[in-house]
């Protein structure tokens, strides 16, 4: 049984991969970098199943949506999410990096792109 604790979130796991469910958990507990948004809207790729896959949390990554290492850098507490898709399939994967659902476009990318609307109109009326 593993067990991790971060900022107040206690996780046990008894899974095979505690490892994924412990990098979420420090992604939403510890994270001390904000992603950048790497784009407005999500990447539409071919996923090939049972080999392993590393979209980019960062947003630095100039492979998008995948990772290059990049986070190394600029994001050091932000590593890639690492996925096996069970079969061949095309996903939807996430741009904006700031989905509920990562690796996977959840529609969150609306909120961002509103939000740089409306930093836009504000900077323009002041």
């Known amino acids: 049984m593993n067990v991790f604790v971060a900022s107040k ?6 899974s095979a ?8 958990a420090t992604r ?3 994270q001390k970098s904000k992603p950048a ?18 979209w ?9 949506p ?11 507490d932000l590593p890639p999410l690492r996925f096996v898709p069970e079969k061949d399939c095309m996903a939807m994967l996430c741009g904006c990096k700031q989905t509920g659902n990562p690796p996977y ?12 609307i409306k930093d836009y109109v504000l900077r323009k009326s002041s």
């Open 105 to 116: 476009c959840d529609g969150t990318h609306f909120k961002v792109i509103f939000r740089s």
């Open 56 to 64: 980019c949390a960062c947003g630095h990554s100039k492979k998008q």
């Open 28 to 30: 939403l507990c510890s």
């Open 66 to 76: 995948f990772c290059d290492g990049a986070h190394k850098k600029f994001a050091p």
């Open 9 to 14: 979130c206690y996780l046990v796991s008894n």
């Open 17 to 24: 991969r505690p490892w994924l469910v412990c990098l979420t």
């Open 37 to 54: 948004v790497a784009a407005k809207m999500p990447f539409r790729v071919k996923l090939t199943g049972g080999k392993r896959h590393a």
